[in-house]
């Protein structure tokens, strides 16, 4: 059984920062496109950064360059997600999703292009 499972967030101060971790199980994890998406109250899934099978090319939100940075760790089958200088517009579920496309183009934020997706984990920025 296939299964994606995030944890690492919560509530924390703007400025502040958290990491969210993705365990992956059920897949051959080091041959998955791995991505992180998120979605706000009210608003479509967006896709946040992903990464490609040896954390060798990464891509980002333009709004998140330099302050989020995703990386793998494919002896541990664990994608992460640092996040710093968080602002409350960061608040959202943050889900973690896995592709076996190559995603080297712009299309790496298209939800439809992933396989697999976890159930999320909530992250509040707020005062």
């Keep these: 059984e296939v299964q994606l499972d995030e944890s690492g967030g919560g509530s924390v101060q703007p400025g502040g ?28 899934r967006e896709g946040v950064g992903r990464s490609s099978l040896s954390a ?27 996040m710093n200088q968080l602002k409350p517009e960061n608040t959202a579920i943050y889900y973690c999703a896995a592709s076996d496309h190559v995603l080297l183009g712009a299309n790496w934020g298209n939800q439809y292009e992933y396989n697999y997706w976890g159930q999320g984990t909530q992250v509040a920025v707020s005062s």
């Design 17 to 44: 920062s958290l990491t969210l971790s993705c365990t992956a199980s059920g897949f051959k994890f080091s041959s998955y496109d791995m991505a992180w998406f998120r979605q706000a109250p009210g608003k479509e």
């Design 56 to 82: 060798d090319s990464t891509r980002y939100a333009d709004s998140l360059k330099g302050r989020f940075t995703i990386s793998r760790d494919n002896a541990k089958n664990t994608l992460y997600l640092q």
